[in-house]
C-alpha cells in the first residue's frame, strides 16, 4: 500500500536546498512524488512512497546521515502526518485524468 506524509520542519529554504541537493542522484527506490516548499514556519514537504517501509528505508539509509553531515536534526523535531490515499486523481499531461480509487469503486457498482 502506498505511504504518504506531509512533513513540517522549522528550517530555512536554504538548509533544505543544501539536504535535498545531496539527496536528488539517484532518486530514492520507492518515492513515488515529491514535493517541497517554503513556509512562514520553514518548510513543508508532501512525499509519497511506494510503502512505508520504502520510506523508512531511505530515511535510515540517506536521510539521516545526509542531515547528520549538515550538523544534525532541525530542532524542534520534524512534524509527520500519515496519509492513507483514499482519493487520489493524476493527471496525465494531455488534460485528461487517471481516476483514483473512489472514482473506480463509483464505476464499479
Known sequence: MA??????????WE?????????????????ILHVAGPTDEGVRIIDVWESE???????????????????GPSR????????????VWLHDGRGSRTPGRDQREEKNR
Open 15 to 31: 538548509d533544505y536546498q543544501r539536504v535535498a541537493a545531496s539527496l536528488v542522484d539517484p532518486v530514492p527506490a520507492g518515492l
Open 53 to 71: 517501509e520504502s520510506w523508512q528505508r531511505f530515511r535510515a539509509e540517506r536521510l539521516g546521515p545526509a542531515i547528520a553531515a549538515l550538523g
Open 3 to 12: 505511504y504518504a506524509y506531509v512533513q513540517d520542519v522549522a528550517s530555512s
Open 76 to 87: 524542534p523535531e520534524p512534524t509527520f502526518r500519515d496519509l492513507h490515499a483514499e482519493h
